[in-house]
């Protein structure tokens, strides 16, 4: 069964017609073909539409679709020989971060990133991609280790945020977020990231500042999240009041189009029709092509420049018309 958000209600309706029909004329032998082509292309044009005129919060409302590919996903199709490796070397285990080295496209690269779950039991799994320290601390280790084989680094960032929980926050939370930011900005190797879904605060921070910074077409990347903002703002809470989250989310620009204009983001790699949970074997291969060309680009540059690069590029944020 598919999954449709509010917006696509439309379509929805016309895509159970056409699935009646075919069942219709798959049952009883009746010819619908004709009628099932014309409510076809209705829908596909409905889709078509909507999807060009998506507003920041519909595409909030994208980013975290249920079924919307996870690193589960890109573990499995976008490489090869994936091999996870656990545990940070001084508390343990944090299912929110995966990570470990792979082969892209007979590549060798290290592949590290935020893993969501796409049912109940795997989110409570994987903490629905809200990583405690020792994932943060187990992806430094990861980068160490890619230095050390000279591997380039690959992030998949989806993610709402860092936990916030009490434990977490008695590890060491900040400080582990603080490092692995640290850490990104003196790799010696390349460092490409990719929002995939949801890049959420310090917490997407620390596994992306990259030499290079995608976003797929209709993820988000913000300080905090539109409801998060709404309630700061407007003192909007879930069920009470007016809900000022799709406000905020104009107001913040969290688009992949807003960042890219602003200079956060270094490029947007496209997906198909209706979001890349519609079709992922399209998504992975625009997103393996677009990985593929940004290593060649980085891989012909020294430790130094990729340092130094990485340097500016943050530095240069925000500049823009103020000299």
Not at 261 to 282: C, Q
């Amino acid at each position: 069964m598919r999954t449709y958000l509010d917006f696509e209600k439309p379509i929805a309706e016309l895509e159970g017609k056409v699935n009646d029909l075919r069942q219709m004329d798959s049952q009883t032998g009746v010819n619908v073909a004709e009628e099932i082509e014309k409510l076809q292309t209705k829908a596909d044009t409905l889709l078509a539409d909507a999807y060009v005129k998506l507003t920041r919060w519909q595409k909030a409302q994208v980013a975290r679709h249920a079924a919307r590919p996870h690193f589960s996903d890109y573990m499995a199709l976008l490489v090869e020989d994936f091999t996870p490796l656990a545990g940070d070397r001084a508390f343990g285990e944090d299912t929110a971060i995966v990570g470990g080295p792979a082969r892209l496209r007979g590549r060798s690269i290290m592949l590290i990133g935020h893993e969501k779950g796409a049912d109940t039991a795997s989110r409570v799994e994987h903490n629905f991609g809200m990583a405690r320290p020792e994932g943060y601390r187990k992806a430094m280790r990861l980068m160490e280790m890619a230095e050390r084989f000279n591997l380039p680094v690959v992030t998949l960032v989806d993610t709402p945020g860092a936990y916030p929980g009490r434990g977490a926050e008695e590890r060491g939370q900040a400080e582990a977020i603080a490092s692995c930011t640290e850490k990104c900005l003196s790799l010696t190797v390349p460092l490409i990231s990719v929002i995939v879904g949801e890049g959420g605060s310090g917490g997407a921070v620390a596994l992306a500042a990259a030499n290079k910074i995608m976003m797929l077409e209709h993820s988000i990347y913000s300080v905090i999240s539109p409801e998060g903002c709404a309630s700061i703002l407007w003192k909007d809470a879930a069920g009470k009041g007016e809900n000022k989250a799709p406000d905020a989310a104009e107001a913040m620009k969290i688009s992949a189009q807003d960042l890219l204009e602003l200079g956060v983001i270094d490029s947007i790699v496209s997906e198909p029709v209706g979001g890349a949970h519609r079709d992922l074997g399209l998504t992975i291969e625009r997103l393996g092509d677009a990985l593929e060309t940004a290593i060649r680009e980085l891989e012909v540059m020294s430790p130094d420049e990729l340092k130094a690069q990485r340097r500016e590029k943050f530095l240069a944020i925000g500049r823009a018309g103020l000299e």
